[in-house]
């Protein structure tokens, strides 16, 4: 039988998906643990974690050998987090004993130096420099008026600055969770000081600020899930729309956004304009995947985030190896256990691959 492990930084974490992949596993002669990297003992090698059993329908504490197929759905929430879990996933990942689902991404900086020279991707990318020095940071604010830092390693929209210069006064503003925080620096001194606490602290990009809002002026932004099936090949499982309130400028799920279907989304454009933005969504979904994959190493799944401006001018703004699957579930039900499946159907591909 094949074993698969559900991989996470905290026993508990996606307990309710890791549960329903677990009860559809044995159909495709699979069976399935769930583990974290702490719990490998460094001597033998033997893991602490949860065996899935069908007949009793539950996790069930157990000891067992490392599995040679890992779905990797490790989030580093702190630096502490990561100092000592990534380790250890860097470990399992060179092993010649161990085959991941998917091997991730590295920062966006990367991703976007791999992007930016392929022609069918480059026009989607937005204006990205990495936010090294001040110079580089006041000369976008010069140049744009309103700009975006974001960290190079982040996700869930947090550490994200909007930036606008007002005259002779700058105004910084972040989200911290549903609450817009706006912080007014009256002199130069003043934001070259937050500046430098910010970009000392972690590596950051910085982008001019794209006004991506809906018809209500509410940020927005399309959320696409995609997925390997059973015969290894990428294949769309999930469109949606995420929309923040008119106070925000991300549209993230954990700054309150609101999840909405695409085609009812799609509806408020022409007939014309929405053939323009399908056909070049369509050209993104089809072509980002395997471009990433030839780029890096394999993936398995991959969130991509989609704005939209107001002249239909479309925008890549982030890629995630590994995306929530909310957005899809609750705007695709038809594609839900497929979706749940894909783990399993890949697995399966990639074990009898190997065997071949």
């Known amino acids: 039988m094949i074993r698969l492990g559900l991989l996470t930084v905290k026993h508990g974490q996606e307990l309710g998906m890791f549960t329903k992949i677990a009860q559809l596993a044995k159909k495709w002669g699979i069976s399935v643990v769930r583990f974290t990297p702490t719990s490998i003992q460094p001597i033998t090698h033997d893991v602490n974690g949860y065996s899935f059993h069908p007949d009793k329908n539950a996790w069930v504490e157990a000891t067992f050998p490392i599995p040679p197929f890992i779905y990797d759905r490790c989030f580093y929430t702190t630096k502490e987090s990561y100092s000592k879990n990534s380790p250890i996933v860097e470990w399992l990942k060179k092993s010649p004993n161990t085959n991941f689902l998917g091997y991730g991404l590295p920062s966006k900086w990367l991703i976007y130096e791999s992007l930016k020279s392929n022609p069918d991707i480059a026009p989607f990318l937005p204006i990205t420099e990495q936010a090294s020095t ?181 925008y890549i703004l982030d890629c995630n190896s590994k995306p929530g699957r909310k957005v899809a579930l609750e705007t695709n039900r038809d594609k839900e256990m497929e979706i749940i499946e894909a783990p399993l159907a890949y697995c399966s591909y990639l074990a009898n691959k190997l065997r071949a």
């Open 134 to 314: 001040l110079d580089v940071i006041n000369n976008f604010l010069q140049d744009y008026k309103t700009i975006i830092l974001k960290p190079d390693h982040g996700s869930q929209g947090k550490g994200i600055f909007k930036v606008t210069k007002n005259r002779s006064r700058i105004e910084v503003s972040t989200q911290n969770k549903e609450t817009t925080i706006t912080k007014k620096l009256e002199t130069t001194e003043d934001f070259h000081k937050f500046l430098n606490s910010l970009i000392i602290k972690r590596d950051y990009l910085v982008q001019p600020f794209y006004s991506l809002s809906d018809r209500s002026d509410r940020p927005f932004d399309i959320r696409i899930l995609m997925q390997k099936n059973k015969y290894g090949e990428w294949a769309e499982t999930g469109r949606g729309v995420r929309t923040g309130s008119q106070s925000h400028f991300v549209s993230n799920l954990f700054s309150g956004a609101t999840i909405s279907n695409f085609n009812d989304y799609l509806q408020t454009y022409s007939n014309r304009n929405k053939q323009i933005i399908l056909s070049e969504i369509d050209q993104i979904s089809k072509t980002l995947p395997k471009v990433l994959e030839d780029n890096f190493n394999r993936l398995f799944e991959l969130g991509i985030d989609i704005g939209i401006d107001k002249y239909l001018k479309i």
